[in-house]
C-alpha cells in the first residue's frame, strides 16, 4: 500500500474526491481527511490518531533502537558471570524482547504527541482553509488513481506518496 496525498481547496471537492475513490474500490477506511480544527467534515472520513500523530514511525523506531540496547545489554549480562549456554540464551532473549518492549511503548508514547511529519508540509496549506485528503491505495494501482481524480477534478493538486504504509493502522 501506498500513500497518496491530494490537497482539496474545498468541501464539496473533497466529497467528490472520496465518492471517486470509493467508486474506485478503495474503502472507507483507507481515506483520512485532515481540515483545520473546527471544520466541519460533514459525513467524510476524518483522520483518527494515528495518521494526525507520529505514532507509527515513532514505535518502528523504539523498537529497533530498543531491541538493539536489549541485546547489547543481554551481551554484557552473559558475559560477565560465568553462566552455562542455556541460561545465557535466555537472559539474552529476555533483555532483547524487554528492550523492545520497552523502547515501542516509550518511542510510541513521545510519536502520539508529535504532529505527523508527513504531513508538516501541508500544515499552511490546512490552516488557509484547504483540506488534506490521505488516500492508502494497493502499489500497482498509484498512478491509475492520480490520474482518474485529476481526470474528473482538475483542480486538485497530487502531492505526491509515501514510501510504504503499515498494514495495521
Request: charged residues 20%; aromatic residues 4%; negative net charge.
Amino acid at each position: 500500500m501506498k500513500r497518496i496525498y491530494f490537497l482539496v481547496p474545498d468541501i464539496a471537492t473533497t466529497k467528490k474526491i472520496v465518492d471517486e475513490l470509493l467508486l474506485a474500490r478503495i474503502e472507507e477506511q483507507h481515506i483520512h481527511v485532515l481540515a483545520k480544527r473546527g471544520t466541519p467534515l460533514e459525513d467524510l472520513p476524518e483522520a483518527n490518531l494515528l495518521q494526525k500523530s507520529d505514532f507509527i514511525p515513532a514505535v518502528e523506531q523504539g523498537l529497533a533502537l530498543g531491541g538493539s540496547t536489549g541485546i547489547l545489554a543481554g551481551l554484557v549480562a552473559v558475559a560477565l558471570p560465568p553462566a552455562s549456554t542455556v541460561i545465557a540464551g535466555g537472559v539474552l532473549l529476555a533483555t532483547t524482547i524487554a528492550g523492545a518492549g520497552v523502547g515501542a511503548w516509550l518511542s510510541g508514547m513521545v510519536g502520539m504527541s508529535v504532529g505527523n511529519r508527513q504531513t508538516k508540509a501541508f500544515e499552511d496549506a490546512i490552516e488557509a482553509g484547504e483540506l488534506l485528503v490521505l488516500a492508502d491505495v494497493p502499489s500497482g494501482r498509484v498512478e491509475e488513481i492520480e490520474e482518474k481524480i485529476a481526470q474528473h477534478l482538475p483542480t486538485v493538486e497530487i502531492e505526491g506518496t509515501e514510501p510504504r504504509v503499515p498494514a495495521f493502522p
